[in-house]
């Protein structure tokens, strides 16, 4: 029998009490940042429960890691106090629990509805790295740049190539993102171009958040790695394309993606996600063995990206994708990131590098769908190469089956003009 909540759940939404996603957040009339997870249209307020002396289990009975502003303590505590604690919220809020639902004064307290608070971001970002993991999205940027002969190159296949990211421009869904200035490619014999950027993109992605870290020196083994990653949020990071081609070379990308990076609020935890594991593709050669993995899974998530232009009333599907087309999967990304002896923190993020899918409605960037901007993409009679000042970008990230939906709700940003 599929488990039901006292608090009323949608069937469309993206937090039944199978989900429960976490988040940090402030009350619109004022208050601390506290954590909290998502039930329907509402947060249930961690801190609340956890004064409440309801965290009864011998891992967080004596905690204050819901009584802090970020997340970051209880990423830290690993697996065995995750696991304790979705167990007790699931049972708080179960139909047929009266600790929460019949204490009125508590209910209240502690459940409040999304549009009476502010999201915030739900943990401190020490570091952030950002992957290339998906092989349909890196045959394309290869065959946009080099030409089809050998679009990909042959370390790709061995290892998770990653750069490392700006973690001060990662901000919350709902900010708006301002145009970056920068360089781009000189034209004939002139200097190159400096201004605003001509080729503003959206990436489709997502990013895992690091759950306990390691020691600086002391590598986290492939089939260890699930225990390290707490959760994935949806991410959109942003790219000026003709910033990014002028100045990759020789180091990789700096102020073309530098100026930000969005992701939505709620974390949804692997232990949500795991009814929707699904078998990882098939990758030749065989991995190393540091990399190669017991039991390689991706998961089903379905990937959408919506674009509101600039002066219309609603917003056009370009996209269409899912995380299941990721090549490299998130533990042997995290592996990798820690076989050099680098130390990973709680709150770490690992993007995953742009979702793209095999078929043409499944690309996951305007470098791609537009092939840089060569073919122009229609949106409710208007046309776009790239984005325009105005333009709004909304992904939504789903899982369904099983009788409910395990949804991540939206990551979204407004283009801003360039400052004069």
Not at 83 to 107: M, V
Not at 148 to 175: C, K, M, Q
Not at 219 to 238: K, R, S
Not at 344 to 370: A, H
Request: hydrophobic letters at 35%.
């Amino acid at each position: 029998m599929a488990m039901k909540s006292f608090v009323k759940v949608h069937p469309d939404s993206h937090f039944p009490l199978q989900n429960l996603p976490y988040d940090v957040f402030k009350p619109r009339q004022g208050g601390e940042a506290r954590p909290a997870v998502a039930i329907g249209d509402y947060v249930l307020d961690l801190s609340a429960i956890a004064s409440a002396g309801l965290f009864s289990g011998p891992i967080l009975k004596n905690s204050d890691c819901f009584l802090q502003p970020s997340l970051n303590k209880f990423l830290g505590m690993g697996r065995p106090a995750w696991k304790e604690a979705r167990t007790t919220i699931q049972k708080l809020l179960s139909s047929n629990e009266p600790a929460l639902r019949d204490n009125a004064i508590l209910r209240k307290k502690s459940l409040l509805a999304t549009d009476k608070v502010n999201m915030l971001l739900p943990a401190m970002i020490g570091d952030y790295t950002d992957f290339f993991s998906s092989m349909h999205h890196a045959k394309n940027c290869g065959t946009i740049f080099r030409g089809p002969e050998d679009p990909i190159p042959p370390n790709w296949f061995h290892l998770p190539i990653a750069y490392h990211g700006r973690a001060s421009s990662i901000v919350i869904s709902g900010t708006e993102i301002i145009r970056p200035r920068g360089q781009g490619h000189p034209t004939l014999n002139s200097p190159p171009y400096f201004g605003p950027s001509l080729k503003l993109d959206f990436e489709l992605e997502m990013a895992a958040v690091v759950g306990p870290g390691n020691e600086l020196g002391k590598p986290v083994g492939v089939n260890e790695a699930a225990d390290h990653i707490f959760g994935l949020v949806l991410m959109n990071d942003w790219s000026a394309r003709d910033i990014q081609a002028w100045e990759y070379v020789p180091l990789g990308p700096f102020l073309g993606k530098s100026f930000g990076t969005t992701i939505s609020p709620w974390i949804v935890t692997l232990d949500a996600l795991e009814p929707f594991a699904c078998e990882a593709p098939k990758q030749e050669p065989r991995p190393l063995p540091y990399l190669d993995e017991k039991i390689s899974k991706n998961y089903d998530i379905s990937l959408e990206v919506q674009i509101k232009p600039t002066g219309q009333e609603y917003s056009s599907i370009v996209t269409r994708s899912n995380f299941k087309h990721l090549y490299w999967t998130l533990t042997q990304q995290l592996a990798h990131h820690t076989i050099n002896g680098c130390n990973l923190r709680p709150g770490d993020l690992l993007g995953t590098g742009t979702i793209s899918g095999p078929d043409p409605e499944s690309l996951g960037c305007f470098l791609e769908l537009t092939w840089n901007g060569q073919k122009p993409l229609s949106l409710n009679g208007s046309t776009r190469k790239f984005l325009e000042d105005g333009d709004e970008v909304i992904f939504t990230g789903c899982c369904k089956g099983n009788g409910y939906k395990v949804g991540f709700g939206t990551c979204s940003g407004k283009v801003v003009p360039a400052p004069l």
